[in-house]
């Protein structure tokens, strides 16, 4: 495994990999590994000639007042667990390399961006859509590997790279869960033990909301349901939405369809968590 | 020369050029092909093994109001004259190909788009900078040619390419002129016979300042004579801007520096005109 820190050295890479014809699997990440990423990494591996995995916490992704600052960070366990798994190069920038004095370049998906986690979350989408679309100028992916549980993450950036003309394929995988079915994620080292049983909460109100969906029921109904199961858990501190959505404008499903997306983001004292589902009827 | 118009055809033989070794010049015009694009086409055609250039009327240019509807459109006229320079790739997608139902992403350059023509074209440079990022996804060029007549447009590229990390080179040629001195431009073709010799007052006011900051004259001064020179012309409906300006940040230039740029815009009847020069003291 090759350490890049300098995107230009990284472009000219990818450039010359791409131009001997091979493919290259990109799964960018903000570090903090967790087997949701080692999954996105096997599959990107399996995929492609040549592995790119990408750790960069992006500042222009955080909403003031969020957690950029107490990120997790530990490149150093990170990199471990990337040599075990054999990727063939770690990008591993600095901010000052990918927001140089003067930036001023930003990539703004409407309409999918304000919804969900953009109500609550202003300019978070901009962030990622501009700092992927930059990520993707530097590796030159083949393909590039999406974990579902960031749900309207992934759609943003398929809507980024058909609107913006990439000529990438935007894979997404399924949610990788611990035992208990909470969605693995690196914001889950901020629980202490009693938030962490508490968090379980979330998968609970999902598959209650799945059943609910599956026998029948008016989403709107099925919503409630999902608050009732939520609301029964007393460290959630502040519920952000809870509900049935569909899986492609992220608008409230009001009607019955063939396809939902139930979703949930709340805090656990200060740590805020989502999580979805994917249910066809 | 062949003619493509869809997207990603046009990206599949950019692809397979690049993967061939081959350099791509790239020229983006409007159409109505004048002296100053085929300068340009020329110029790409010198430093590139293959030369595409692209016709697209873009909307998103174009503020509420402007002359999306009546830009001069003669795509056979055009066509007659690429055939003639003997391009390889005539790209002519339409407005639906490029901007489907449902598009949504936008690229904005902030801070330069808001200066000079952004403050009276609300939305111009993001449409310009959008569209650019598109075209250049699929022509995938080793080098890309704009006027230096558009200055801000070509400011605004640079700063977009070196910020999303496109391997590209931007190269800026200078302005082609009519013998009496007004720059090309296909709007000209808006003015009748008397705006026409009227709206050579902007390369008088132009050269005018040159001659002042060359003799070392303040900026502020230099200003007011350009626009002294500009309000004997009567047919000049409204003036947009005049004046001095820094070069790297479009701001007025309030004290000496050692590069400056003079630019106008102003209308003359309906027509509205730019241009600017480029001044070492």
């Keep these: 495994m090759e350490t890049i820190r300098i995107p230009r050295i990284m472009r000219e890479i990818s450039k010359d990999l791409r131009a001997k014809g091979k493919s290259i699997g990109f799964v960018p990440t903000m570090g903090a590994l967790h087997e949701g990423h080692i999954s996105l990494i096997k599959r990107a591996k399996q995929e492609n000639d040549i592995t790119v995995v990408s ?41 000052e390399s990918l927001y140089p ?11 999918l961006s304000d919804k969900l986690c953009g109500k609550f979350r202003p300019g978070h989408f901009r962030g990622v ?58 914001r889950n080292l901020y629980l202490n033990e009693q938030e962490r049983k508490s968090a379980t909460v979330i998968y609970k109100a999902l598959q209650q909301g799945e059943k609910l969906l599956k026998e029948g029921a008016e989403p709107l109904d099925v919503k409630l349901k999902m608050m009732e199961v939520i609301k029964k858990e007393s460290l ?5 939405y809870v509900g049935v959505f569909d899986p492609e404008t992220l608008d409230e499903a009001k009607e019955k369809q063939k396809k939902y997306l139930l979703a949930v983001a709340l805090k656990i004292g200060d740590t805020r968590l989502i999580d979805n589902l994917l249910v066809e009827v």
Aim: net charge negative; glycine share 4%; charged share 30%.
């Design 236 to 240: 959630v501190k502040e519920i952000q």
């Design 55 to 95: 750790i960069f916490v992006n500042p222009t992704q955080f909403a003031p007042g969020e957690d950029y600052e107490k990120y997790p960070r530990d490149v150093e366990s990170d990199k471990e667990k990337l040599q075990t798994i054999e990727i063939d190069y770690l990008f591993l920038p600095d901010v």
């Design 101 to 111: 004095k003067g930036y001023s370049t930003y990539v703004t998906v409407e309409g």
């Design 129 to 186: 859509a501009t700092v992927v679309c930059k990520l993707f100028n530097i590796v030159r992916p083949t393909r590039a590997y999406f974990g579902q549980k960031d749900y309207q993450q992934s759609l943003i950036i398929r809507r980024m790279v058909e609107d913006l003309n990439f000529d990438i394929d935007i894979v997404v995988c399924h949610t990788i869960r611990h035992e208990d079915g909470l969605a693995m994620s690196s």
